[in-house]
């Protein structure tokens, strides 16, 4: 199983809404790390319910102002809390282990949310908090990371990596435009785990972003020829002159030049058949909407190989 973390933002949100509303996400099984408590938010997690799919909610995110809004808003509050506890046998809450995990878990549980099949993002810095929750509860699952899969036992493990380098700037791709990106879909069972999870073509660090880019680049993952996955990174041209559309059009058109080039499918997926429209209508639907479709062809293209 692969457990793609993604954070809240509403182009993530709406990517795995899409697959989902198309049955296709298959064994993947998406952890949402809300950042803003959005309309976004509550239509996926309807979508999830209503196709009859796992995910789970990271209920004490790490960034973001969710926790902030939940608490200005009470009504949002109570719906996003009743979609959580009627939806249980679909949407299963999800724990960092930090500072404030016990206190959340205790608030979950107030409001009738059953955490008996919770998950845990293990932190190491955490221990003495991680070993009093497991104390009083019984999780279902625990990611973590390679180096400190021995500190925990009593559960199925899941393994965390971080494979999406981010770079300062999106020039900085064109140093390495082709490079390994995992290969634990291959061997996560081999080395003990029930799965593995990572951040997607976006990569665990947060930034609200927001300003206008030098360069645009769009990444995509594909199969090696050893069954292993490699990311691509289609980098425009970098200059302060051209507008952003013309700029994602440089990008599109050097990523579909290296696919003809290479001369092989990367994936018939429903994002690259987006981002292939794009580049025959010439149109800009906007940067956010191309890492959408980036962020589908990776979830789509593993949910593929993890099947076959």
């Given at each position: 199983?692969?457990?793609?973390?993604?954070?809240?933002?509403?182009?993530e949100l709406i990517a795995i809404r899409d697959l989902v509303d198309a049955d296709l996400l298959g064994p993947v099984i998406p952890v949402i790390e809300p950042v803003k408590a959005s309309s976004t938010l509550?239509?996926?997690?309807?979508?999830?319910?209503?196709?009859?799919?796992?995910?789970y909610v990271v209920m004490n995110p790490a960034v973001g102002v969710f926790e902030r809004e939940l608490q200005l808003t009470p009504t949002f509050e109570n719906t996003f809390r009743e979609i959580v506890s009627e939806g249980s046998s679909w949407i299963k809450?999800?724990?960092?282990?930090?500072?404030?995990?016990?206190?959340?878990?205790?608030?979950?549980?107030k409001n009738g949310i059953d955490t008996s099949c919770a998950?845990?993002?293990?932190?190491?810095?955490?221990?003495?908090?991680?070993?009093?929750?497991?104390?009083?509860?019984?999780?279902?699952?625990?990611?973590?990371?390679?180096?400190?899969?021995?500190?925990v036992r009593g559960m199925e493990r899941i393994l965390l990596s971080d494979p999406f380098h981010v770079l300062p700037r999106n020039a900085d791709y064109r140093k390495t435009p082709d490079e390994f990106f995992s290969e634990d879909h291959q061997y996560y069972?081999?080395?003990?785990?029930?799965?593995?999870?990572?951040?997607?073509?976006?990569g665990s660090a947060y930034s609200e972003g927001g300003f206008r880019p030098r360069a645009v680049?769009?990444?995509?993952?594909?199969?090696?020829?050893?069954?292993?996955l490699h990311i691509h990174h289609a980098v425009s041209e970098d200059s302060d002159f051209m507008d952003v559309a013309?700029?994602?059009?440089?990008?599109?058109?050097?990523?579909?030049?290296?696919?003809?080039?290479?001369?092989?499918?990367?994936?018939?997926t429903s994002g690259l058949k987006h981002l292939r429209a794009s580049y025959n209508d010439?149109?800009?639907?906007?940067?956010?909407?191309?890492?959408?479709?980036?962020?589908?062809?990776?979830?789509?293209?593993?949910?593929t190989l993890l099947e076959r």
């Open positions: 199983m692969y457990f793609p973390i993604l954070r809240g933002r509403q182009n509550i239509r996926t997690l309807e979508s999830f319910v209503l196709r009859e799919h796992e995910c809450p999800c724990f960092r282990v930090s500072d404030n995990m016990l206190d959340c878990i205790h608030g979950v549980q998950a845990v993002i293990y932190d190491r810095n955490y221990d003495e908090v991680y070993h009093r929750a497991i104390i009083d509860n019984s999780f279902g699952l625990c990611f973590v990371n390679d180096a400190a899969r021995r500190r069972g081999d080395d003990g785990y029930t799965g593995f999870a990572d951040y997607s073509v976006v680049a769009i990444h995509i993952v594909y199969e090696y020829d050893d069954g292993s013309s700029l994602y059009s440089n990008a599109l058109e050097k990523l579909f030049t290296w696919i003809e080039d290479m001369g092989r499918n990367i994936g018939d010439q149109s800009f639907p906007g940067l956010g909407m191309a890492k959408r479709w980036s962020i589908m062809h990776h979830l789509e293209l593993v949910s």
